[in-house]
Protein backbone atom coordinates (compact mmCIF):
# COMPACT_ATOMS: atom_id res chain seq x y z
CA UNK A 1 0.00 0.00 0.00
CA UNK A 2 0.94 3.26 -0.52
CA UNK A 3 2.37 5.77 2.05
CA UNK A 4 0.99 9.28 0.78
CA UNK A 5 -2.11 9.94 -1.74
CA UNK A 6 -2.71 12.72 -4.39
CA UNK A 7 -4.78 15.49 -3.29
CA UNK A 8 -5.84 17.51 -6.30
CA UNK A 9 -8.00 20.84 -5.70
CA UNK A 10 -9.94 22.22 -8.02
CA UNK A 11 -12.16 25.51 -8.36
CA UNK A 12 -13.69 26.79 -11.93
CA UNK A 13 -11.06 29.45 -12.19
CA UNK A 14 -7.96 27.13 -11.31
CA UNK A 15 -5.94 23.71 -10.06
CA UNK A 16 -5.03 24.94 -6.69
CA UNK A 17 -3.09 21.87 -5.91
CA UNK A 18 -2.03 18.84 -7.19
CA UNK A 19 0.74 16.98 -4.80
CA UNK A 20 1.32 13.42 -2.71
CA UNK A 21 0.38 14.09 0.58
CA UNK A 22 0.26 12.23 3.45
CA UNK A 23 -3.57 12.39 5.12
CA UNK A 24 -6.86 14.78 4.08
CA UNK A 25 -8.88 16.08 6.34
CA UNK A 26 -12.42 17.56 4.62
CA UNK A 27 -15.54 19.47 5.55
CA UNK A 28 -18.13 17.29 5.14
CA UNK A 29 -22.21 18.12 4.43
CA UNK A 30 -22.82 15.44 7.42
CA UNK A 31 -19.51 16.21 8.93
CA UNK A 32 -15.80 16.53 8.73
CA UNK A 33 -13.96 13.27 7.94
CA UNK A 34 -10.50 12.18 6.92
CA UNK A 35 -8.66 10.37 4.43
CA UNK A 36 -5.48 8.67 4.36
CA UNK A 37 -3.70 6.15 2.00
CA UNK A 38 -6.02 3.11 0.65
CA UNK A 39 -9.22 4.47 1.61
CA UNK A 40 -12.34 2.82 0.26
CA UNK A 41 -13.76 4.33 -2.81
CA UNK A 42 -16.63 6.86 -2.22
CA UNK A 43 -18.31 10.37 -3.26
CA UNK A 44 -18.97 13.44 -0.69
CA UNK A 45 -20.76 16.40 -0.59
CA UNK A 46 -18.55 18.78 0.96
CA UNK A 47 -19.46 22.13 3.26
CA UNK A 48 -18.46 25.41 3.42
CA UNK A 49 -15.44 24.66 6.33
CA UNK A 50 -11.90 24.13 6.74
CA UNK A 51 -10.09 21.54 4.70
CA UNK A 52 -6.65 20.89 5.95
CA UNK A 53 -4.03 18.19 4.47
CA UNK A 54 -0.77 16.62 6.19
CA UNK A 55 2.70 16.31 4.47
CA UNK A 56 4.90 15.02 6.73
CA UNK A 57 5.17 17.52 9.89
CA UNK A 58 3.58 20.25 8.24
CA UNK A 59 -0.32 20.70 8.27
CA UNK A 60 -1.68 23.49 5.65
CA UNK A 61 -5.32 24.64 5.80
CA UNK A 62 -7.45 26.26 2.98
CA UNK A 63 -10.69 27.50 3.40
CA UNK A 64 -13.59 25.93 0.80
CA UNK A 65 -16.59 27.40 0.36
CA UNK A 66 -18.27 23.75 -0.28
CA UNK A 67 -18.35 21.61 -3.27
CA UNK A 68 -17.53 17.60 -4.18
CA UNK A 69 -14.91 15.27 -3.19
CA UNK A 70 -14.08 12.07 -4.91
CA UNK A 71 -11.90 9.93 -3.00
CA UNK A 72 -10.36 6.61 -4.20
CA UNK A 73 -7.30 4.04 -2.62
CA UNK A 74 -4.75 6.45 -4.07
CA UNK A 75 -6.80 9.48 -5.10
CA UNK A 76 -8.65 12.98 -3.59
CA UNK A 77 -10.25 15.09 -6.19
CA UNK A 78 -11.73 18.26 -4.43
CA UNK A 79 -13.98 20.41 -6.36
CA UNK A 80 -15.27 22.96 -5.24
CA UNK A 81 -16.62 26.90 -6.11
CA UNK A 82 -14.12 28.68 -3.80
CA UNK A 83 -10.84 28.05 -2.73
CA UNK A 84 -8.19 29.75 -0.46
CA UNK A 85 -4.83 29.07 1.26
CA UNK A 86 -3.84 30.07 4.18
CA UNK A 87 -1.25 32.58 3.34
CA UNK A 88 -3.81 33.89 0.39
CA UNK A 89 -6.92 35.02 2.58
CA UNK A 90 -6.84 39.11 3.40
CA UNK A 91 -7.95 39.01 7.18
CA UNK A 92 -9.75 42.43 7.51
CA UNK A 93 -11.52 41.77 4.17
CA UNK A 94 -12.60 38.41 5.84
CA UNK A 95 -13.24 40.05 9.11
CA UNK A 96 -15.41 43.10 7.16
CA UNK A 97 -17.66 40.08 5.59
CA UNK A 98 -18.45 38.99 8.47
CA UNK A 99 -19.26 42.10 9.95
CA UNK A 100 -21.58 42.83 6.97
CA UNK A 101 -23.16 39.60 7.08
CA UNK A 102 -23.95 39.95 10.82
CA UNK A 103 -25.75 42.89 10.63
CA UNK A 104 -27.75 41.81 7.14
CA UNK A 105 -28.63 38.79 9.47
CA UNK A 106 -30.28 41.03 12.34
CA UNK A 107 -32.08 42.82 9.88
CA UNK A 108 -34.10 39.65 8.87
CA UNK A 109 -36.04 37.42 10.09
CA UNK A 110 -36.04 33.30 9.71
CA UNK A 111 -38.56 33.24 7.41
CA UNK A 112 -36.59 35.47 4.95
CA UNK A 113 -35.93 34.01 1.75
CA UNK A 114 -32.57 36.03 2.00
CA UNK A 115 -31.40 34.52 5.44
CA UNK A 116 -30.15 31.51 3.87
CA UNK A 117 -27.34 33.20 1.83
CA UNK A 118 -26.89 35.79 4.47
CA UNK A 119 -25.97 32.98 6.90
CA UNK A 120 -23.86 31.20 3.91
CA UNK A 121 -22.04 34.73 3.23
CA UNK A 122 -21.50 34.76 7.40
CA UNK A 123 -19.96 30.94 7.01
CA UNK A 124 -17.85 31.87 4.18
CA UNK A 125 -16.22 34.54 6.20
CA UNK A 126 -15.65 33.18 9.44
CA UNK A 127 -13.98 29.66 7.86
CA UNK A 128 -11.22 32.51 5.94
CA UNK A 129 -10.40 33.87 8.92
CA UNK A 130 -10.29 30.67 10.79
CA UNK A 131 -8.30 29.34 8.14
CA UNK A 132 -6.58 32.75 7.91
CA UNK A 133 -5.62 32.45 11.82
CA UNK A 134 -7.55 35.12 12.39
CA UNK A 135 -10.43 33.53 14.26
Avoid: C
Wanted: glycine letters at 10%; zero cysteines; aromatic letters at 6%.
Amino acid sequence: MASTIRLELVTPERLLLSEEVDEVVLPGYEGEFGVLPGHTQFLAILNIGIMWYRKGSAINKIALGGGFAEVTHDRVVVMVETAERADEIDLERAQRARDRAEARLKELSLNDETYAKAYAQLQRALVRMAAGGGG
